[in-house]
């Protein structure tokens, strides 16, 4: 967001100027942060605070300074830290990052399209998607979930996982649970919903179901889709990516 970024820098220079600070800004993508963060942990050099796309502090919690006096005071001035925050930011029960936002990924759908099929309000489970989905895209209406290298589609699919009870890695933060029976499910599941309420498009990006938006008056969605999950619909931030210090 070219924008936010002229404006950040802007901010940014006006605090550290207000606090006598030299600071210094690089704009990463947020896929090559990790490995970013990585090579700077092995030479021990580069910044010293960085911004996780949505996850890391587990990983890199060994190299991060503890920050729980800070978000004990956030905590107490904004009235405590969700689960989520926690689960993202803690480590060993000590704070090693501040969250500090999340986006809300909701399910939108075609009323007047659902409403042919008789769920006027919209699906309530996972399986309604896949069965009123299959209805709509027979007329000519499939659903619309990313599905490509980028964080909108596995925050999509991460919450069907989730609903089924898988997880990519165990409550003790080590344990690869990929093979567990929650996500064989789950993955049953991703294949009959993308083969019979999905289609395939043709794309620049490695994206295989429709995403864009701005196109009906009802949803915001193209006229293609008849459901489909969006982090530009809500537009609410309030807690967990986050930003975190390095130890030098």
Not at 39 to 61: C, L, R, W
Not at 209 to 230: D, G, I, K, L, N
Request: aromatic share 10%.
């Amino acid at each position: 967001m070219p924008a936010y970024d002229k404006w950040f820098d802007q901010w940014g220079q006006e605090w550290a100027a207000k606090h006598n600070v030299k600071l210094t800004i690089d704009h990463i993508p947020h896929l090559n942060i990790p490995a970013k963060i990585a090579a700077e942990v092995a030479t021990q050099s580069g910044h010293d605070i960085v911004q996780m796309p949505g996850t890391g502090t587990e990983k890199f919690a060994p190299s991060l300074v503890d920050v729980q006096d800070l978000a004990d005071k956030l905590g107490k001035k904004y009235g405590g830290w969700t689960p989520l925050a926690k689960n993202y930011s803690e480590v060993g029960g000590r704070f090693k990052s501040i969250p500090d936002y999340f986006i809300d990924f909701p399910g939108l759908y075609r009323k007047d399209l659902w409403t042919e099929i008789g769920m006027p309000n919209g699906p309530d489970t996972w399986d309604e998607v896949r069965v009123g989905g299959a209805k709509l895209k027979a007329k000519g209406f499939p659903l619309g979930i990313g599905l490509a290298h980028h964080n909108d589609s596995r925050n999509s699919w991460r919450a069907i996982m989730w609903c089924y009870g898988g997880s990519e890695v165990a409550k003790d933060g080590k344990t690869i649970t990929y093979n567990s029976k929650e996500v064989r499910e789950a993955l049953k599941y991703f294949k009959a919903l993308y083969k019979e309420a999905g289609r395939r498009v043709a794309s620049r990006m490695p994206t295989a179901w429709p995403t864009a938006s701005r196109s009906s008056r009802r949803t915001r969605t193209r006229p293609s889709s008849s459901w489909r999950t969006s982090p530009t619909a809500s537009r609410t931030r309030s807690a967990p990516a986050r930003a975190t210090t390095r130890r030098s």
